[in-house]
């Protein structure tokens, strides 16, 4: 405890010694004022009440005279002194009583006032110090810390010990000031009761801070485990997807409760001795009053002391107790503080480095790393917490300013990357970059000249811009939106694959128009341009215009009625069928009844496919148009319509679901044209009678305005269709191709780098977070680059094609990538190969539905009978099918159309519906037949489930119209019925079967001819 006491108080010292040193200035010189205010009460009880001094009683008599007996020039130095009566006397004393409160109380709000300042500023400094060791700790340290317990500590932990080191020397100047002063003015009145002052304050003293040890060691038992509550809550929001996709909730309750439980124990342990000890010390504090009324009323009595005297003993000792009773409070807080600085340092402070770290650090660090050499390792070593070997006496030179590979199972090759990154310190052995040892490389220049990026990619919780930037502002450059920034920006994403996706983040971005002023003034002729690129692409039918006088297909029945998008929640979506004037218009054209119907069977269509979900499921938030909490509410609301019992408010709530409603993406059959044309009388009568007030919250389609829709629809001036395959990726490229002719792409990327990334970047899908973190790498222009299965989360095509960029960027730099396996599709200079922990080297170089059974015809039935027909769905129940239908998006391909090509990504499989489709393997211009599918059937589901890339190109050989099922969607439903996933593996199992039969047969044809 003495060496923690030591630390506090010369951090706090060393921190503050001058304003410490002020503050103690103005205490010692308030004290003369201090004893004079328990003086003053004497002389105007013994003097101005009493008399004494007074001739008589009664006459006045003489006070303030004074002779110095010193002359200067003739004159001698002295006052006569001024004659008062007893009641003149009693106000001049009275009044100087009341000054000199006051002086004491300006006293004490200065005091206060600068403590306080130095408390927080010390804090302040704390804080920021706690935070400095936390960004110099070593890759161990960080990796035994939790990203709550580190917050915690910093924001709440170290606020008691700002709020003491304000006091740590000022307040027992202050206080042991103040209660020496009145203890000796005791004293100076009378001894016996000076004596008993000192014995009384001695006793507390003494015997307060013993009593109070075990509350030193259940507040520490507090704090352990208060900090351990906030790690476990912590950990558990940062793994909330997997306590969901476990179903662990209740477990982690159960954990949680029984934290809290503890740490209510203690805290109740706290309390009881807590007021055990403030109830001994009040009574010990009681009792000197008692002694004082006694002993000093009997020598008061006897004539041996003075009413004044006593009186004045009386008040001196009602100031006593407190200064005392806070200084032992200010013990009693040191030690408390002294404990948790000693935690929070102990789980701060940096590891004691050894001698050759030392000896490391000790030599001089160049500015920037040599461009030739080579980086050289010797007998290096780096052994795990559990006392493995990951690194076992590696050497190994590697060749600046070339291209290596290493891979290899085990942790050696990433054990390896992670020493050179300075991402792991290294038990043993050397790792020199040039003459320059890695640990003695300085911050600056490892965080100038070094970049590495991880299988785990950081994600900040900021901008897609400030993610990819961040590296450059460490080094003080620019990151303005200038036009180099800007080039060097997109040569960044263009390397890393990202343009298409930032691009396509612009266009769906909702901007309004003051954000985009370069938009807004030329958006006439965007829209003029970008339609003349359709035109010439031949897609002129793929954009659906938003014409006040045709319904809007792909826009709800509630977005056609008011032609426009709410900008106010209170008739936004569902909402809208609470809105007074949309019930009259809907009650006066009979539409009222018909959407209760559709909102009515839609609720059915949803419980009956949803139901077998679990509430977290991804599906209920892309799919259900009834949030999981709400299932109920509708089951009960369709008993009482069945009942005939339904009221007003089940007849809205059913009227939302159907204002939600797209025919092309539900697919519910429920829409046909004579109902368009009904509801377009609808939008006719909500414009002529709507008010001003309600006008504004609605922005309205204008063909001149920039509306409140995505980039993407203001650009078009309407909304993509989605009857064909890739039709929204197809009219992305027109119109990047309209905004780079009229020189306004980078106008659509700085709407897409200015879009969130969310905290952890959950608003980001894995490929995207590896791409920003490698982007980040690149932008800086690193001398080293260092991918450690950085690619790992994107497919084996995008990675390769990634890598291959990104050795282009890097040509004449150096460059190492770690891989567990290398084919040698991607050129490189060298290769070295790990088996473990050593080395071996080796030579180098859109959303369907389906419906309620037999209420309609349509689409959606067909759906559920081709799927039925699929053999691997056949023992699926009604209810699953058509959940796989209204999951799907029905997509249709023209004679030649290909459904995916070999080597690209498996990003969907595809149920054939109706028409005959090719399998060909092998380049596109040599292409060989293997056989033909033909509806209904299934295909590409093989890549979906394996995660390798597509093994064969399936191309239309008539009109083929199929539902898309993508990857995310199928996993989840494989995942959720495994009667589905079984079949899956036997359709599987079967078509290898085929495949070996066919190659069977061929080689026995190949050798009967030969």
Known sequence: MKSAQGSLF??????????????????????????????????????????????????????????????????????????????????????AFLFLMLINGYFKYLINLRKGALGERLLQRLRFDLFSSLLASTPEQRQRLKPSEAASIIKDEVEPIGGFVGDAFVQPVFLGGQALTALVFILMQNVLLGLVALAMIASQVLVIPRLRREQIRLGKQRQIASRALAGKIGEVVETLDEVSNHGTATLERGLVAQRLEALFGIRYQLFGRKFAVKTLNNLMAQVTPFLFYTIGGYAALTGSLGIGQLVAVIAAYRDLPPPVKELIDWDQQRLDVEAKFQQVTEQFALATPSARAEARAAEPSADRLPETGTITSQGLTAVSAAGDRMLDRVSLIIPLGRHTMISGAGEGAGCFARI???????????????????????????????????????????????????????LGTKTADDEASEARLAATLRVVGLSEAVFRYGLASRSVADEVPVLTAHLAKIRAHIRKVLAARGEQGVV?????????????????????????????????AEHDLTRDILDRLGLT??????????????????????????????????????????????????????????????????????????????????????????????????????????????????????????????????????????????????????????????????????????????????????????????????????????????GKAILRRVCDAMAGRTLIVVAREYDGEVPMDVSVVFEG?????????????????????????????????????????????????????????????????????????????????????????????VSQVQAPAIVGEMGVVTGEVRSATVRATTELTALKLRKEVFLALLEEFPDMTLSVMQLIVKRLQDNVAIVSRRERDGSAGG
């Open 837 to 929: 922990a050593r080395l071996r080297p080796t030579p180098g170089q859109q959303p369907a539905a389906a419906g309620l059974s037999g209420e309609r015809e349509g689409s959606d039935r067909d759906d559920v009978v081709a799927l039925r027909a699929v053999p691997i769905f056949a023992n699926l129940d009604l209810a699953r099918i058509k959940l796989l239908a209204f999951t799907s998006e029905r997509t249709v391909f023209a004679v030649g159309d290909v459904l995916f090509e070999q080597g690209t990504e498996s990003d969907a499989a595809y149920v054939v519906i109706t028409g005959t489709a090719d399998i060909l393997i092998g380049p596109s211009e040599k292409s060989v037949r």
């Open 420 to 474: 050179l990154g300075g991402r792991l310190t290294a038990s043993d052995g050397t790792l020199m970059i040039g003459d320059a040892a890695v640990e003695s490389i300085s911050e600056a220049t490892r965080g100038r000249c070094i970049a590495y990026a991880g299988a785990e990619a950081a994600i900040f919780d900021g901008t897609l811009r400030d993610n990819i930037v961040y590296g450059l502002r460490g």
């Open 593 to 798: 009844d018909e959407l209760t119907i559709i909102g009515r069977r839609i609720a059915a269509t949803m419980l009956e496919i949803f139901s077998d979900l679990t509430p977290d499921h991804l599906l209920f938030e892309r799919f259900s148009f009834i949030a999981a909490e709400e299932f109920q509410a509708y089951r009960e609301r369709l008993a009482r319509a069945d009942a005939g019992l339904s009221d007003d408010v089940d007849r809205t709530k059913f009227k939302g679901l159907a204002l939600l409603y797209i025919e092309p993406e539900h697919r519910l059959g429920f829409l046909d044209e004579q109902m368009e044309q009904r509801i377009l009388l609808a939008r006719q009568a909500f414009r002529a009678r709507i008010s001003q007030d309600t006008a504004r919250i609605i922005d309205f389609y204008d063909s001149n305005e920039w509306g409140a829709v995505p980039v993407r629809e203001n650009l078009l001036f309407g909304r993509v269709t989605s009857a064909a395959a890739g039709v929204r990726e197809r009219v992305d490229a027109a119109i990047c191709e309209a905004m780079v002719e009229l020189g306004l792409d980078s106008e659509i990327y700085r709407i897409g780098l200015a879009q969130p990334a969310g905290y952890a970047g959950r608003l980001l899908f894995p490929a995207v977070k590896a791409q920003i973190a490698l982007a980040r790498c690149l932008i800086k222009r690193p001398a080293l680059l260092i991918l450690d299965n950085a690619l790992s989360s994107l497919s084996p095509t995008e």
């Open 544 to 576: 659906e215009p938003y014409d006040p006088a045709r319904y809007i297909r792909t826009a709800t029945i509630g977005e056609n009625i008011l032609f426009g998008v709410p900008n106010d929640v209170a008739i936004s979506g569902a909402r809208l």
């Open 10 to 95: 010369s951090y706090v010292w060393r921190n503050s010694n001058s304003e410490q040193i002020r503050i103690i200035a103005i205490v010692i010189a308030s004290l003369p004022f201090y004893y004079l205010s328990l003086e003053l009460p004497k002389l105007i009880i013994s003097g101005a009440l009493q008399g004494k001094g007074f001739p008589d009683g009664g006459g006045p008599t003489n006070i303030l005279s004074f002779n110095s007996g010193i002359r200067i020039a003739g004159f001698e130095l002295r006052f006569s002194g001024i004659d008062v009566d007893r009641i003149s006397y009693l106000f001049i004393l009275s009044f």
